[in-house]
Nanobody, 124 residues
Framework: QVKLVESGGGSVPAGGSLRLSCTAS????????MAWFRQAPGKGREAVAT???????TYADSVQGRFLISKAAAGNTLYLQMNNLKPEDTAMYYC??????????????????WGQGTQVTVSL
């Protein structure tokens, strides 16, 4: 059964750091595109960072230089290191996976496997 489970969310003051983890149970015969999305109350779900199966990354402009997406060497855990957090980073963060190479990796409709989300709250 394919499954994604996020962890590591919490409440931190502005300027703090968190590392989100996504434990993945996925097929081993498919190269997956992985991503972190977030959704704040009243807003749409936006791509924060993406990671292709061959290591290419993209970041939202708002997190460039502060967030880092990576994958464990064993390949079954996806991470999002978040530094210098700001109140506007407050959102539910979701891990997502899509099959093979994605033509529009920052488009949420490209992904068909989602985790349940983990809440990140950044206070002033």
């Amino acid at each position: 059964q394919v499954k994604l489970v996020e962890s590591g969310g919490g409440s931190v003051p502005a300027g703090g750091s968190l590392r989100l983890s996504c434990t993945a149970s996925l097929r081993t015969d498919i190269p997956y595109y992985m991503a972190w999305f977030r959704q704040a109350p009243g807003k749409g779900r936006e791509a924060v960072a993406t990671l292709s199966s061959d290591g290419l990354t993209t970041y939202a402009d708002s997190v460039q230089g502060r967030f880092l997406i990576s994958k464990a060497a064993a390949g079954n855990t996806l991470y999002l290191q978040m530094n210098n957090l700001k109140p506007e980073d407050t959102a539910m963060y979701y891990c997502a996976a899509g099959d093979y190479d994605l033509p529009r990796p920052r488009d949420r409709t490209e992904y068909h496997i989602w985790g349940q989300g983990t809440q990140v709250t950044v206070s002033l």
